[in-house]
């Protein structure tokens, strides 16, 4: 079998120590970063034998953010977000209701999060071409995966001190199908 020249290159490289280990995925994703004072927080409370952890990801979310929309498809260009991001501007966003969502191999620990402009940005997102699994807008934080069973242990012991956490937007981030991540400006009032 005749080896396409892509496919040279990129044996070659390998076999040279040249190979990028750049994530791909399969969507483009708009996410508001957060101040994470609070959050560190309730991280350095998490029993580290509790975190779920897979090869090189999951365990602690160190990037607090809320997702605006994913599923954004790979033609949808940075100028495109930073249109619709510039048309709005964001307020102090209230985290609350700590809670979690279960699976086979995880808990999800996450706080849900209100605040203006969320729900107008995600909807002017969708003029893109973008694809979804869940048709509903539900704009949360996640704060760490723990292992299956581990996430009422920490609604639990966390819900009284963290009932309700203030949170100052930071930036805007588009990361896109290649791996690559862009940080937007965002206004705040």
Known sequence: MMMTLNEQVQKIKKIMGLHENKQVYPYGCVMLYFD??????????????????????????????????YGLHNNVTDDDVIGVLNNHSFGTCKAHNLSCFENEKYDVLK??????????VNDDLKQFPYTTDYPDYHPHMTIAYLKPGKGKKYIEMLESRYGELSMKPQYGV??????????????IN
């Open 36 to 69: 994470d004072s609070n959050v560190k927080d309730i991280h350095s409370q998490i029993d580290p034998d509790d975190l779920y952890i897979e090869g090189d990801g999951y365990g602690i979310e160190g990037e607090p953010h809320c997702t605006l929309l």
């Open 111 to 120: 706080f849900d999060v209100d605040g203006d402009g969320l729900f107008n």
């Open 174 to 187: 588009y990361s896109k199908t290649d791996g690559s991540k862009n940080k937007i400006p965002v206004r």
